[in-house]
């Protein structure tokens, strides 16, 4: 597969995977529907989270290492279940990608493909130009 855009993290598990935030800090993956209602709730614990933001500067990722683990809190993506189910119709892995991610994914999947299909068929003309020229030879 082709390098993965920025939101599809290799080290992310797959969406079956994450679990909703209950409100406690424990190491793993999770996700929640207000990720600046979950930021106010881990300074009020005592936590000062690693926050990523998007290019709107909204809230995308909060991280707060506990111990050898680290515990991440994602925004909950709006079409979670239909992204999933497209991913794994492609045959590709969801781990919570935004729907525009999972459609770019699909095209580089797409892509390479047909790049690949384009090679191959290439290389079979080559080679049986190379196999017309040698016919006369053998003769």
């Not at 996700?31 to 009020?44: I, K, N, P, Y």
């Not at 614990?45 to 909060?62: C, E, Q, T």
């Not at 090679?119 to 196999?131: I, K």
Request: aromatic residues 6%; positive net charge; charged residues 30%.
């Amino acid at each position: 597969m082709s390098t993965l855009p920025r939101q599809a993290r290799a080290d992310a598990p797959l969406w079956e995977e994450w679990q909703e935030w209950s409100g406690e800090p424990t190491p793993g993956h999770f996700f929640c529907e207000d990720l600046e209602e979950a930021r106010e709730q881990l300074h009020r614990l005592g936590y000062l989270p690693r926050v990523k933001r998007s290019h709107k500067a909204d809230l995308r990722r909060l991280t707060v290492t506990l111990g050898k683990s680290n515990m991440v809190i994602i925004q909950a993506p709006v079409h979670a279940a239909h992204c999933r189910e497209f991913c794994i119709d492609l045959g590709l892995e969801y781990r919570g990608q935004s729907l525009s991610t999972c459609v770019e994914l699909a095209l580089q999947m797409l892509l390479k493909q047909k790049k690949e299909a384009d090679y191959t068929r290439r290389a079979h003309r080559g080679l049986q130009e190379a196999r017309r020229e040698m016919l006369p030879l053998r003769l």
